[in-house]
């Protein structure tokens, strides 16, 4: 399985329109890196550290909102997950990108800042095997109740006969 | 028994139950009829699609992701599209986005309508339910004769459409708008007038603006708490560019409120397709596109039916997507039913939850077959698809 990185575009940041500018102030601090593939969006690869910092720094400037979290898996040559927050505001998207190792990966949870955002982390820690820390409800949300555990769907290396 | 206790009652609904219309399993802790809590557990028809895309190339991926819902099967397989077609850097051709557009808002018809009938039911206003069903049937039948089904009309095709609307499509689509636009003035003079149904409806289960934009709600169950939000107005895409939607907003945010914001958006529905069929663009239909993707990432926000459909593409260089992750509407808008429960009466549950147009096969996106005699199987997608050919020979 490819691991290849996406192809990203790097734009100045004077070229931003007034709302991802907004964005880019707010995660400026925190953000090892920002680049705009694509016109609209804003991506921003934050430490897993300084993630309930950013995202309530969003919140209380009323940001966007939370539109979903999508899990990576970068493969098991990359020995990494990333966990990408997007946040979206009219047409514009800001994407937070954590990433945590394959095994053992810890995020914070962002209930704290947005209760909503629980259903989202359930469908994390079942699909990805990551540890969510403070999250209120770490249940399976989509899987049955029979499914072994330790066992994670959307990892690259995941096979039908971990199930048997 | 001391309130402590009471509290602790809990009531557990489904994954089997006649107030669902599908399967979802409700957990509400109760004080006597006032609710105090409840959880969700969902999953009971997922069928593992985010991790089907891996296995499958980009074509069969959208014939793939366009069952993750039956009702509105249509923007699943735009929302795709136009996600591919952005990463290959193709666009489809002006006829056929307005034709996405055009099926699209067909689509919408059919869904509000099914919505309607449902949510009438929940009411006991089972007449109503019959008449937005009947009613249903005209725009069926259109989406039938343009696309050939019913549901999962398959009008996309990466590059373009694989239907055309003809003169007499045409005709037949006016016919019906006609027919379905009488009939929507009525439902909204039911549904905003009369007294039995607004005992239901009126001042249940309130979201206001601000709670809507701290749960993240989308679509009419957002736009009936007076946040104005539509990815068809706020990131027009195909069409939309051309034909601006006028946004549908109430401000009370009770139940009668997501009535009224859906019954009007039909309206605003008929008006698009009339629109788009006084200007449809000519020419062709598709556009070639390459088979192999290069790699890149990009997000495609469509607006279903239920509200913002969000889908993250990866591609890697080959013809099978690294990653594609699916948000449907459904899921936002369902942790406010679990928010707004509390403090409500158990029995306006069913209506709560009919509020926000649930669609469980869309939250829950292995296959497992129960053989008679009770034996699971699990079969292969190389002996499912021997066993749909064989099944039809």
Not at chain 1, 99 to 124: D, K, Q, T
Not at chain 2, 179 to 189: C, I, K, P, Q
Request: glycine share 8%.
């Amino acid at each position: 399985m490819s691991t290849s990185t996406p192809e990203q575009v790097t734009t100045p940041t004077s070229e931003l329109n007034p709302n991802l500018q907004t964005a880019a102030d707010l995660v400026t601090n925190h953000a090892a890196e920002t680049t705009t593939p694509e016109p609209n969006r804003l991506d921003a690869v934050i430490d897993a550290a300084a993630l309930v910092d950013v995202v309530q720094a969003l919140v209380d400037a009323r940001w966007g909102y939370l539109s979903t979290i999508t899990g990576v898996d970068l493969g098991v040559e990359a020995d990494q997950l990333e966990m990408l927050y997007h946040f979206c505001e009219g047409a514009d998207i800001l994407t937070l990108r954590v990433r945590v190792p394959r095994c053992g990966g810890v995020v914070p949870s962002v209930c704290g800042a947005i209760p909503s955002a629980s259903m989202y982390e359930r469908e994390l820690i079942e699909m990805f095997g990551i540890t969510v820390t403070d999250t209120p409800n770490a249940e399976r949300l989509f899987l049955p109740e029979d499914w072994p555990d330790g066992v994670y769907p959307l990892l690259k290396d995941f096979s039908m006969d971990q199930l048997s | 028994m001391t309130s402590n206790q009471l509290e602790n009652f809990r009531i557990p609904i489904g994954p089997q139950h006649p107030a669902l219309k599908e399967p979802g399993h409700f957990e509400f802790a109760v004080d006597g009829e006032t609710v105090t809590d409840a959880s969700v557990r969902l999953g009971y028809v997922h069928r593992g699609i985010e991790k089907g895309t891996e296995g499958r190339n980009y074509v069969q991926s959208m014939y793939l992701l366009e069952r993750v819902c039956g009702i509105c099967s249509h923007v699943h397989a735009t929302a795709f599209a136009l996600g591919v077609e952005r990463l290959a850097k193709v666009e489809a051709p002006p006829r056929a986005q307005a034709i996405r557009v055009l099926v699209g808002e067909l689509e919408r018809i059919h869904s509000h309508m099914l919505w309607l009938g449902v949510a009438a039911h929940e009411a006991g206003f089972d007449l109503l339910f019959m008449y937005s069903w009947r009613d249903r049937e005209t725009v069926m039948n259109l989406l039938e004769n343009i696309t050939g089904n019913r549901v999962n009309y398959s009008a996309n095709l990466l590059g373009g459409v694989k239907c055309d609307i003809t003169d007499q499509h045409e005709q037949e689509i006016r016919t019906g708008i006609d027919f379905l636009e009488e009939r929507t003035a009525y439902y909204l003079d039911v549904v905003s007038n009369d007294a039995m149904f607004l005992r239901r409806t009126r001042g249940i289960g309130v979201m206001s603006p601000e709670a809507a934009e701290q749960l993240g709600v989308v679509g009419p169950t957002a736009r009936a708490s007076g946040v104005a939000r539509d990815v068809r107005v706020d990131a027009p895409y195909a069409a939309y560019v051309d034909h601006p939607v006028n946004i549908v907003t109430e401000t009370a945010g009770d139940l009668e409120a997501r009535f009224k914001v859906r019954i009007k958006e039909l309206f605003e529905s008929y008006r698009l397709i009339r629109a788009i069929l006084d200007n449809m663009p000519e020419g062709d239909l598709t556009t070639r596109m390459p088979r192999r993707v290069k790699p890149g990432e990009t997000i495609s926000r469509v607006e279903a039916p239920r509200g913002e459909l969000f889908y993250y593409i990866k591609s890697n260089g080959t013809d099978t997507a690294d990653r594609v992750k699916v948000r449907t509407p459904t899921l936002p808008n369902m942790g406010s039913v679990l928010a707004l429960a509390v403090g409500h009466q158990f029995a306006d549950m069913p209506m709560l939850l009919a509020g926000i147009d649930p669609c469980f096969s869309c939250n829950d996106r292995m296959v497992s077959i129960n053989a008679p005699g009770g034996d699971t199987q699990q079969w292969t997608w190389e002996q499912l698809r021997q066993y749909g050919i064989e099944y039809y020979r």
